[in-house]
């Protein structure tokens, strides 16, 4: 065999060799790249998960404080009518007798006590209606930010399939180009 033709079989082998590097390199890449995407997406997943498992949550409670709150306003509305009445039959009574002038006195303080108790858990309900609202737009806001978190990974999603596809493209182009030349 002559130097020349041994010297381009050796170039030959050479140029195999080095796209079978190439190749087995891209290959490798693209299996690490499509590991970390698959990784990812995983991850935005759980996240998204733990995100709209605590916006439910969340709601649930807000729900469950609001229906409190009403009940707790409808009993201190109970509860004031009750001080009023009782305040007024204790008038009645002391004027009527004087012998129980002290137990309706008695009676009077306890009364007043009693309407003042329900002023604060009629204010301390509104306070938790307020934080009620708060709690339900902290939740839709969290859902805002759960639709965001969809809408990047779909996105991502889109750029991985893009970067695959020009990969591709441009490993054809690279076998044409070697196929000439050989």
């Known amino acids: 065999m ?3 033709l041994r010297d381009l079989v050796l170039e030959r082998k050479k140029m195999e060799s080095v796209q079978r590097l190439e190749r087995e390199t891209r290959i490798e890449r693209q299996k690490h790249l499509e590991s970390l995407i698959q990784e990812f997406e995983h991850g935005v997943s759980n996240v998204i998960t733990s ?4 916006a439910r949550q969340l709601e649930n409670t807000a729900q469950v404080l609001s229906s409190n709150a009403d009940k707790t306003n409808h009993q201190s509305t109970i509860v004031a009518s009750a001080a009023g009445q009782a305040s007024s039959n204790a008038q009645t009574a002391a ?9 309706v ?9 009693s309407s003042k108790i329900a002023e604060q858990a009629v204010t301390e309900a509104d306070h938790a209606n307020v934080t009620i609202v708060g709690l339900v737009d902290t939740a839709q ?3 805002q930010v759960v639709q965001l978190i969809n809408n990047i ?3 991502t999603n889109l750029l991985a399939l893009k970067r695959h596809d020009r990969s591709g493209a441009s490993r054809r ?3 044409r180009f070697c196929r000439r030349r050989a």
Not at 51 to 54: G, I
Not at 95 to 103: G, K, V
């Open 153 to 155: 990974a779909s996105q």
């Open 105 to 113: 006195n008695e009676i009077s303080r306890h009364a007043l006590e």
């Open 51 to 54: 995100v709209a498992d605590a």
């Open 141 to 143: 806001k969290i859902g």
């Open 95 to 103: 004027a009527e007798t004087e012998t129980l002038t002290d137990s």
């Open 173 to 175: 182009r690279r076998e």
């Open 2 to 4: 002559s130097p020349r």
